[in-house]
Nanobody, 126 residues
């Protein structure tokens, strides 16, 4: 069991930056693959990025590649999403998610997540 709490959302202008954080508590953080999803109004929740247990591998959706970077600090039990060059279409509630992994590889990064945070709102104005 792990509890996830996101922070860092807010209002940004197009072209600006935000950094989201997700603090985890409970089972050892390094046993989890971590990810970020987002859900825009009227749309289904979509995968954004994932990171392996050690942080050595990441995977992200094409629409954010080159703009968003996922990272983690295992001693601090925290995963981050650095968002640069923000666009209005990035407006959404962003969720942190976790799943237990028995390997340090990043397998099936877009699905299988069991634990979810409550979400943090990101709004990008044009």
């Amino acid at each position: 069991q792990v509890q996830l709490v996101e922070s860092g959302g807010g209002l940004a202008q197009a072209g600006g930056s935000l950094r989201l954080s997700c603090a985890a508590s409970g089972r050892p953080f390094s046993t989890y693959v971590m990810s970020w999803f987002r859900q825009a109004p009227g749309k289904e929740r979509e995968f954004v990025a994932a990171i392996s247990r050690t942080g050595s591998s990441t995977y992200s959706v094409d629409s954010v590649k080159g703009r968003f970077t996922i990272s983690r600090d295992n001693p601090k039990n925290t995963v981050y999403l650095q968002m640069n060059s923000l666009k209005p279409e990035d407006t959404a509630v962003y969720y942190c998610a976790a799943k237990v992994a028995t390997t340090t590889l990043l397998l099936t990064p877009t699905r299988g997540y069991v634990y979810w945070g409550q979400g943090t709102q990101v709004t990008v104005s044009s």
